[in-house]
């Protein structure tokens, strides 16, 4: 049993115009020390899916209509909100994409980090180092320093003394850095980090990615990277899965689906990188555009751009079909090839 | 920043307080007085003199601690604001308290529950609160408190036939405590009460409203999305780390706010025969007795002035961006 396994989950979220069919059937499996990368364009659903994997969608506007997601067996979806925390900031961490915005700007790095520490040692005494019962005093020195180690293991220089700080004295990167502290102190199994490199300086962006690199590796994580950028995906994620309009249409071993991509979307999303920075918002070879999701084209949402399409492509979503031992394709076209 | 706001203060008062019609020294005198009587007291006053000799005269006065005398009850003004201004602070101090310890949590309620009933109950409230007038409040609180229940006393600071507290800090409640005198302190705080509540909705009302919005918005903030992803508890972060993001803007409201309550002191203080500055300045005003008047001007001003700048340390206490730039 995978750690985390996501199964046929369909979310619609209401808006002004109507509901929108966000998540059209998604699986996924993340084993422990797998990073997997999640990628599509913009829209296509995998800030949504990161969210629903932590319940941090609220209903309204959220409705999920089928699907499970389970989490070390636990079914999440029946997970009411004391179980979820019991979680979050525990066993499943989360980074986001603008440091600069995830940091509240009125407390110290530091007071955030201690009440963090202190509710994944509520959840478990050993992160603290400390016996059960505990005296508060004795919490709040060991919370105290867990935060300094932990900004010292991201590479925050002077930890001690940056401890203290608020967060418009962090560059850019350090506030990344000091959010990756966070979401990793209550030593999570699952990481989950939504886009935590496009919004910082092409420079700094390597250096996070060698970090969280050096770090998921060093504590066994299973990672869910979302991201629109290849290069990404290429250098630090042993899988991947390729979403398109709340659909995974192609997943699989990185090596496998870069080498021989199945799903005609995979192809076009491949031709198109020009360089390691990818372009958001359209692909320049493919006609067309990204569906309306509240009124989503019959069967393959993928079929009304598709050069390849059949009229037996509107008529239901196709079946992932194995095209390899981990690799597996969603696509009527692969599936008659094969 | 403080001088020049009351020296300009000081220099208005004195001459709108001078521009106006009539003759307070002949009031003063009485009907009955001869004409040189009245030169006498003028002279006495020393109202016969040029305006700006006269006004010097009064700021360096200011300064050393004379504040003039009120022709009318032949005091020093300074010894009448001793007793009076701290009436009125304690009861706009109570009602500030009140209208911060109440709309604080309610309009982050309020933005926590949008568009619930816990929302519509405080937006109800609150609009019902600010448009009505504030005396008629009052006499709807002696109404059902005073008379009807009797749970509260009608009006007055200290009921007549018991002796107040010694004089301290002119505080009532205050006062009784530092005497050790717990009956006393019961006696002066159920005095306060009323006023104090039907001076305290309007400020109560605008800050739940203004706690509401900067809520809502703090709400969508990409930090609170965090704290939540990192499990911290939801009353933690409305109660800690949402609230402290939207208070700034109510600290403008409460800044505003007492300024505003002290110098519309006077309907509460009539309504409840509240020994205030807003009497006391009224009753000069209507004997056009300047003295008292200009005092009660300057020292609403001086007040106003120390609590904004209280106000902007605070700011720097909310947000330290504020206080290192
Ligand atoms: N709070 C919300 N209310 C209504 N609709 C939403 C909400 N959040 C997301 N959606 C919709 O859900 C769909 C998927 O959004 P999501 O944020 O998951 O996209 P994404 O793949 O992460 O895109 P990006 O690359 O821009 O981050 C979009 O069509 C979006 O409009
Ligand atoms: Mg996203």
């Given at each position: ?33 797998q990073?997997?990368?999640?990628v599509?364009?913009?829209?296509c ?7 629903s ?11 999920y209509?089928g699907?499970?997601?389970?989490f ?24 986001f ?7 509240n700007?009125?407390f ?19 992160i603290?180092g400390?016996?059960q ?46 959010l990756?502290a ?16 496009t ?13 969280l ?7 066994g ?14 250098q ?6 390729v ?22 979307y ?35 949402r ?18 992932p079909?194995?095209?390899g ?9 692969v599936?008659?090839?094969? | ?8 203060l ?5 001459a709108i ?12 005198a009485?009907?009955?007085a ?11 006053l ?15 006065g200011l ?18 604001l ?14 500030m ?8 949590p ?17 937006r ?7 448009s ?70 309007s ?14 918005e703090?709400l ?18 409305i ?5 402290k ?12 706010y ?8 006077v309907l ?20 056009q007795?300047f ?35």
């Amino acid at each position: 049993m995978a750690l985390l396994e996501i199964d046929n989950l369909h979310l619609a979220m209401r808006s002004f115009d109507g509901e929108a069919q966000v998540l059209n059937g998604i699986s996924l499996s993340v084993d422990k020390g797998q990073v997997w990368g999640l990628v599509g364009e913009t829209g296509c659903g995998k800030s949504v899916t990161g969210l629903s994997v932590a319940r941090l969608l609220a209903s309204p506007p959220a409705r999920y209509f089928g699907g499970a997601i389970r989490f070390d067996g636990q079914d999440l979806m029946q997970a009411d909100e004391a179980a979820m925390r019991r979680l979050r900031g525990r066993r499943i961490g989360m980074i986001f994409q603008d440091p600069t915005t995830n940091l509240n700007p009125v407390f110290r790095i530091g007071e955030q980090m201690v009440d963090v520490a202190l509710h994944a040692g509520a959840t478990d005494p050993a992160i603290l180092g400390l016996p059960q019962g505990a005296p508060r005093r004795a919490r709040l020195a060991a919370a105290r320093q867990l935060a300094i180690r932990m900004l010292d293991r991201v590479g925050i220089p002077k930890a001690v003394d940056r401890v203290d700080d608020y967060p418009h004295q962090f560059s850019g990167g350090m506030r990344q850095r000091v959010l990756i502290a966070m979401a990793l102190i209550g030593k999570p199994d699952l990481l989950i980090a939504d886009e935590p490199t496009t919004a910082l300086d092409v420079s700094v962006q390597a250096q996070i990615l060698q970090l969280l690199y050096d770090l998921v590796g060093e504590e066994g994580l299973a990672v869910l990277l979302i991201t629109h950028n290849l290069g990404v995906v290429a250098q630090i994620c042993s899988h991947v899965a390729v979403m398109y309009a709340g659909n995974i249409v192609e997943s699989g071993d990185v090596r496998s689906v870069f080498k021989q991509p199945g799903h005609p979307y995979t192809r076009a999303l491949l031709a198109a990188v020009p360089t390691v920075q990818s372009v958001r918002g359209a692909l320049q070879d493919l006609p067309g555009a990204v569906p309306d999701l509240i009124h989503p084209p019959p069967g393959c949402r993928f079929a009304p751009r598709c050069a390849l399409a059949t009229p037996a492509c509107a008529q239901a979503l196709p079946a992932p079909v194995p095209v390899g031992p981990l690799h597996s394709v969603s696509c009527l076209a692969v599936g008659a090839a094969a | 920043m403080i001088v020049p706001v009351l020296l300009g203060l000081s220099l208005l008062v004195f001459a709108i307080s001078h521009l106006l019609p009539g003759d307070p020294v002949a009031l003063a005198a009485g009907p009955q007085a001869t004409k040189t009587e009245i030169a006498a007291l003028a002279h006495e006053l020393g109202t016969d003199q040029p305006l700006p000799v006269q006004y010097w005269s009064y700021l360096t006065g200011l300064l050393s601690g004379d504040w003039g005398q009120s022709v009318l009850t032949r005091r020093p003004v300074l010894a009448d604001l001793r007793i009076y201004l701290p009436a009125t602070l304690e009861l706009v101090v109570a009602a500030m308290a009140l209208a911060i310890v109440i709309g604080i949590p309610a309009g982050l309620l309020s933005a926590v529950f949008v568009d619930r009933w816990p929302d519509y109950l405080s937006r109800i409230l609150s609009l019902g609160a600010i448009s009505m007038p504030r005396f008629f409040l009052g006499l709807l609180l002696q109404l059902g408190f005073a008379m009807q229940l009797g749970w509260l006393p009608l009006n007055g600071r200290y009921p007549i036939i018991e002796d107040p507290p010694p004089f301290v800090t002119g505080f009532l409640s205050l006062d009784a405590l530092l005497a050790g005198d717990p009956d006393a302190v019961w006696l002066a705080l159920t005095h306060l009460a009323l006023p104090a509540i039907a001076m305290s909705l309007s400020p109560l009302a605008t800050i739940t409203r203004m706690m509401r919005s900067a809520t809502i918005e703090v709400l969508q903030q990409d930090y609170v999305l965090t704290e939540r992803a990192l499990g911290l508890s939801r009353w933690l972060i409305i109660f800690k780390y949402v609230a402290k993001n939207a208070m700034s803007s109510s600290l403008t409201v409460i800044g505003l706010y007492v300024g505003w309550l002290l110098g519309g002191s006077v309907l509460v203080e009539t309504v409840f025969d509240w020994p205030g500055i807003g009497l006391y300045a009224t009753k000069a005003i209507v004997t056009q007795d300047f003295m008292p008047v200009m005092g009660v001007t300057l020292a609403i001003g001086v007040v106003f002035v120390l609590v904004n700048l209280v106000i902007d340390l605070l700011y720097g206490v909310l947000n330290p961006k504020v206080r290192l730039g």
